[in-house]
T-cell receptor
Framework: DAKTTQPPSMDCAEGRAANLPCNHS???????VYWYRQIHSQGPQYIIH???NNETNEMASLIITEDRKSSTLILPHATLRDTAVYYC?????????????FGSGTQLTVLP | EAQVTQNPRYLITVTGKKLTVTCSQN?????MSWYRQDPGLGLRQIYY???????DKGDVPEGYKVSRKEKRNFPLILESPSPNQTSLYFC?????????????FGSGTQLSVL
């Protein structure tokens, strides 16, 4: 699976958009980008995933650059409950039973 | 409600005393997995199971056993726990392993081995 690089921490004002970057310069053509988050000591929670097109769901938007070497997770209106560690992961969709490898992630703190 | 249930939430034990952490999912998922989480090391996979009676090692399987006799249950067994197995453990499941699955995680088990 491709290696990802994320900033260790970020702050965001409540109500503003939180933009979390992720570099995955060695990503292969068949590797998906996944985002999960973990609120303190709880089980990680799936947020969104994508291959090469931008994706949006009820939680967030995922912007993947055209060369697929980086992506940005956008929380459009951050709330205090969005304070969590956010993990960017890339993996092959099929054929790998080992599932996801979680790195260190980005600690997002939403400030009142 | 769709969920992955782990028990117990907290467990304190002594070195060498066998223990089992239970994990159950109610979503008819084929794939189940155990992770441990330690400060600075992220989540590391211990064992996984692609279906009933099919299990395999993850990245850190030493000192652990698992079984998958029923689709819904995937217990983690520590035959002779040691202090280096003190950690936060998570069970997870997904519909299968071959497509863009979401992993559903349990609430975690904080284990302390004295």
């Amino acid at each position: 699976d491709a290696k990802t690089t994320q900033p260790p921490s970020m702050d965001c004002a409540e109500g503003r958009a939180a933009n979390l970057p992720c570099n995955h310069s060695t990503i292969s053509g068949n590797e998906y980008v996944y985002w999960y988050r973990q609120i303190h000591s709880q089980g990680p929670q799936y947020i969104i995933h994508g291959l090469k097109n931008n994706e949006t769901n009820e939680m967030a938007s995922l912007i993947i650059t055209e060369d697929r070497k980086s992506s940005t997770l956008i929380l459009p209106h951050a709330t205090l409950r969005d304070t969590a560690v956010y993990y960017c992961i890339v993996r092959v969709a099929a054929g790998s039973a080992r599932q996801l490898t979680f790195g260190s992630g980005t600690q997002l703190t939403v400030l009142p | 409600e769709a969920q992955v249930t782990q028990n117990p939430r907290y467990l304190i034990t002594v070195t060498g005393k066998k223990l089992t952490v239970t994990c159950s999912q109610n979503m008819n998922h084929e794939y189940m997995s155990w992770y441990r989480q330690d400060p600075g090391l992220g989540l590391r996979q211990i064992y996984y199971s692609m279906n009933v009676e099919v299990t395999d090692k993850g990245d850190v399987p030493e000192g652990y056993k698992v079984s998958r006799k029923e689709k819904r249950n995937f217990p983690l067994i520590l035959e002779s726990p040691s202090p280096n197995q003190t950690s936060l453990y998570f069970c997870a499941s997904s519909l299968s392993f071959g497509w863009y699955e979401k992993l559903f995680f349990g609430s975690g088990t904080q284990l302390s081995v004295l």
